[in-house]
T-cell receptor, first 115, second 106 residues
Framework: KAGVTQTPRYLIKTRGQQVTLSCSPISGHRSVSWYQQTPGQGLQFLFEYFSETQRNKGNFPGRFSGRQFSNSRSEMNVSTLELGDSALYLC???WGTGAQEETQYFGPGTRLLVL | QKEVEQDPGPLSVPEGAIVSLNCTYSNSAFQYFMWYRQYSRKGPELLMYTYSSGNKEDGRFTAQVDKSSKYISLFIRDSQPSDSATYLCGFNKFYFGSGTKLNVKP
């Protein structure tokens, strides 16, 4: 079974630009969660989508947004990029319901550098 | 006080040593406990999952949960150089420790 895939793997942007990252979950998984990982703050939860609806949200500004499509693929968008947005962005997928729903499988991440 | 505290390390041990990794937490709502391993330039990989106090063993790995003390541990027996990675504790799906970097020397 194919794992979680993320594209692109690397991105360089300048301040003020916007960026869109993509995530394809494991087949059959309906929940996709997004995280930001930095050396200083660690792994921080952005939001979770389940069946095309945002189900949970972390404590990030509105510049960070996401969506999920009917095939469970998800995108996240960051508008008006700031230097502090430089990070590894990870998505993770899970079944979305049922036993052990808390277990999730991470993709390799998209490394974003904002100059 | 942060909800999750995890010693960042780095922790350096010789091959074959027993490794103990720990996290403390303050949120009583945490009921599910995970350990992830993250190699450099990779996403975290789920190692252990448990929801009850006590020990859970899987090969060389043992996860220990003490809900009364709000303390979880991961023990690695007979550590190998391939265990060199960052280990993150996870709680209730969305909450994580900052990770402990482990280096196992041959």
């Amino acid at each position: 079974k194919a794992g979680v895939t993320q594209t692109p793997r690397y991105l360089i942007k300048t301040r003020g630009q916007q960026v869109t990252l993509s995530c394809s979950p494991i087949s059959g998984h309906r929940s996709v969660s997004w995280y930001q990982q930095t050396p200083g703050q660690g792994l921080q939860f952005l939001f979770e989508y389940f069946s095309e609806t945002q189900r949970n949200k972390g404590n990030f500004p509105g510049r960070f947004s996401g969506r999920q499509f009917s095939n469970s693929r998800s995108e996240m968008n960051v508008s008006t990029l700031e230097l502090g947005d430089s990070a590894l962005y990870l998505c993770a997928s899970s079944w979305g319901t049922g036993a052990q729903e808390e277990t999730q499988y991470f993709g390799p991440g998209t490394r974003l550098l904002v100059l | 006080q942060k909800e999750v505290e995890q010693d960042p390390g780095p922790l350096s041990v010789p091959e074959g040593a027993i490794v103990s990794l720990n996290c403390t937490y303050s949120n009583s709502a945490f009921q599910y406990f995970m350990w992830y391993r993250q190699y450099s330039r990779k996403g975290p990989e789920l190692l252990m999952y448990t929801y009850s106090s006590g020990n859970k063993e899987d090969g060389r790995f043992t996860a220990q949960v003490d809900k009364s003390s709000k303390y979880i541990s991961l023990f690695i027996r007979d550590s190998q150089p391939s265990d060199s990675a960052t280990y993150l504790c996870g709680f209730n799906k969305f909450y994580f420790g900052s990770g402990t970097k482990l280096n196992v020397k041959p």
